[in-house]
Nanobody, 126 residues
Framework: QLQLVESGGGLVQPGGSLRLSCAAS????????IGWFRQAPGGEREGVSC????????YYADSVKGRFTISRDNDKNTVYLQMDSLKPEDTSVYYC???????????????????WGHGTQVPVSS
């Protein structure tokens, strides 16, 4: 059974950077597309960025385009989200999700499968 664990969150000042990690166990990620999602208190879940199983295709929400970068290292069974130029409105709990070979454009709307991590908090505040 595939399990996902997010890490790397924490308090950061506006303009700062963080790198989130999504580490998988129980199965190889080689055939899974991975998405990063976020949900602020009282807000709806938003697909932030998604990456295909081989890393050739990526998707970014307009709100993070040019500031966030998604990448993956299948040898380490891990997907990363590099977040730069963070803004207070990026404050959320960030989750990763996996879906078997799902196109990134649809994955970032709703994953086909139900593999989710428990989330990592990212407060952006001075």
């Amino acid at each position: 059974q595939l399990q996902l664990v997010e890490s790397g969150g924490g308090l950061v000042q506006p303009g700062g950077s963080l790198r989130l990690s999504c580490a998988a166990s129980g199965s190889t990620l080689d055939y899974y597309a991975i998405g990063w999602f976020r949900q602020a208190p009282g807000g709806e879940r938003e697909g932030v960025s998604c990456i295909s199983s081989n890393g050739d295709s990526t998707y970014y929400a307009d709100s993070v385009k040019g500031r966030f970068t998604i990448s993956r290292d299948n040898d380490k069974n891990t997907v990363y989200l590099q977040m730069d130029s963070l803004k207070p409105e990026d404050t959320s709990v960030y989750y990763c999700a996996a879906a078997l070979e799902q196109p990134v454009q649809t994955l970032c709307v709703i994953p086909w499968d139900d593999y989710w991590g428990h989330g990592t908090q990212v407060p952006v505040s001075s």
